[in-house]
């Protein structure tokens, strides 16, 4: 079907090579932060989260890096894949109750 | 588990229509959220839910009115369609007690307004 995010930041990467993702926030109230990938004509999916006491946290193949002096968010990918080509959301939390998303970065992985 | 479901998944309306969306959730989860995704915006929140039987605006919420009767459930309406709801909803909901923002996402209900 078609695409949401037509006009979105596109990243191209070679299948293999490390993709890093960024994005900035902008309010230095938000103690949560979350990366989120949306696959075409799916919802958006989790990936991996930071608290704002953090600045570097890993999971499997990825890893998010913070900085609260510049408010900055990073994703890093190792190893991209072709299934990592998607839509990517930064998010952040200002109360428990709210997640507000960035525009997303459109990922595209060459074979 | 069928986690987050909306219906319908597509819909076509003409100015002036309405029309109810439906989520439903099966995780017992507290808090349930609209979201609107259009082109180069990201997600923009309409409205939310912190429990049964209450609602609040997001950032978005002209146009829209949801209810929240049943804990699973989460309607969000819209009395009169203008082409500017022309737009892909995404209902999500997340636990209580959980990650403050690990939020869990429906398919997508995509509306075109004619």
């Known amino acids: 079907g078609e695409s949401v995010g037509l006009h979105l930041p596109t990243l191209s990467v070679q299948e293999g090579d490390n993709s890093i993702i960024n994005c900035a926030y902008s309010?230095?109230?938000?103690?949560?932060f979350i990366w989120y990938k949306q696959e075409s004509g799916k919802g958006p999916q989790f990936i991996i989260d930071i608290r704002s006491n953090m600045d570097k946290r890993q999971g499997q193949r990825v890893t998010v890096l913070l900085n609260k002096t510049v408010k900055h968010l990073s994703l890093q990918i190792a190893a991209t894949q072709p299934g990592d080509s998607a839509v990517y959301f930064c998010a952040e939390n200002t109360g428990g109750f709210k997640t507000i998303f960035g525009a997303g970065t459109r990922l595209f992985v060459k074979a | 588990n069928a986690g987050v479901t909306q219906t319908p998944k597509f819909r076509v309306l003409k100015t002036g229509q309405s029309m109810t969306l439906l989520c439903a959730q099966d995780m017992n989860h507290e808090y349930m959220y609209w979201y609107r995704q259009d082109p180069g915006m990201g997600l923009r929140l309409i409205h939310y839910s912190v429990g049964e039987g209450t609602t609040a605006k997001g950032e978005v919420p002209d146009g829209y009115n949801v209810s929240r009767l049943k804990k699973q459930n989460f309607l969000l309406g819209l009395e009169s369609a203008a082409p500017s709801q022309t737009s892909v909803y995404f209902c999500a909901s997340i636990m209580r007690q959980g990650k403050a923002g690990e939020l869990f996402f429906g398919e997508g209900s995509r509306l075109t307004v004619l």
């Open positions: 309010n230095s109230a938000s103690d949560y």
